[in-house]
């Protein structure tokens, strides 16, 4: 996705962090939910993650309150991205 640079920027996310992302628009669920929270686990508190989606993760939302990640959903023509970080 060419514009995820864009569409990070219309994030409240912090700028000027490394960036991970993660295409989980092929995964069938449940495996869109377990990668992401694996990979949340794992991440640097310094860092951000771009989750590149073909729904809102619904599910997903309460989970990461619930771990303490600040998120924004963008949606886009061909995707819809999920930005976490760790405020």
């Known amino acids: 996705m060419d514009d995820r640079p864009s569409v990070v ?3 409240d996310a ?3 962090r490394p960036t991970e992302t993660l ?3 092929d995964l069938p669920p ?3 939910l377990s990668e992401t929270l694996e990979r949340v686990a794992e991440l ?3 860092a951000v993650l771009v ?3 073909d729904r809102a993760p619904q599910h997903l939302y ?3 309150t619930d771990r ?3 998120f924004e959903t963008v949606e886009t023509d061909d995707c819809v991205v999920t930005v976490v970080w760790r405020e």
């Open 9 to 11: 920027a219309e994030t």
């Open 14 to 16: 912090p700028t000027g």
């Open 23 to 25: 295409d989980v628009r």
């Open 30 to 32: 449940p495996k869109p």
């Open 44 to 46: 640097d508190d310094d």
């Open 51 to 53: 989750q590149l989606n």
């Open 62 to 64: 309460p989970k990461l």
């Open 68 to 70: 303490g990640y600040a």
